[in-house]
């Protein structure tokens, strides 16, 4: 088991115009908008599965909350943050944070729950 920490919010801004673009409004709106819109993820029944445990378990998470995620699964959507390619690459920085929160959850395993002495959503 994996354990990501639901990041702040993130206010996408064109970085030529400055002009605000869309808000990530935490973790889980790339979640929602990309992660389980790929087809990485709905491979067959059990990504069919996938996607609906994944959005019950971010459904009313906020930032600073606590997520367990299956090795399985953080598998495939760390494989989907990798494969992201941005056509803005300058844009797609603004959007770090969130991707730390994942790259980080790599070593919040079991034991450092433990000694964070810390409930997740499960």
Do not use: C
Not at 44 to 57: S, T
Not at 99 to 113: I, T
């Amino acid at each position: 088991m994996k354990y990501v920490i639901v990041s702040d919010p993130v206010k996408l801004v064109h970085p030529a115009t400055k002009q605000p673009l869309e808000t990530l409004a935490d973790s889980t709106w790339f979640l929602n908008n990309h992660v389980l819109h790929s087809p990485l993820i709905g491979k067959g029944i059990e990504g069919l599965r996938r996607v609906q445990k994944l959005e019950a378990k971010f459904a009313s998470v906020v930032p600073g909350d606590v997520v367990g995620i299956e090795d399985a699964d953080y598998k495939i959507i760390v494989d989907i943050l990798d494969a992201t390619v941005w056509d803005i690459p300058r844009l797609g920085v603004q959007a770090l944070p969130y991707f730390e929160a994942w790259e980080a959850a790599d070593k919040q395993d079991d034991e450092w729950k433990r000694k964070q002495n810390i409930k997740a959503v499960e």
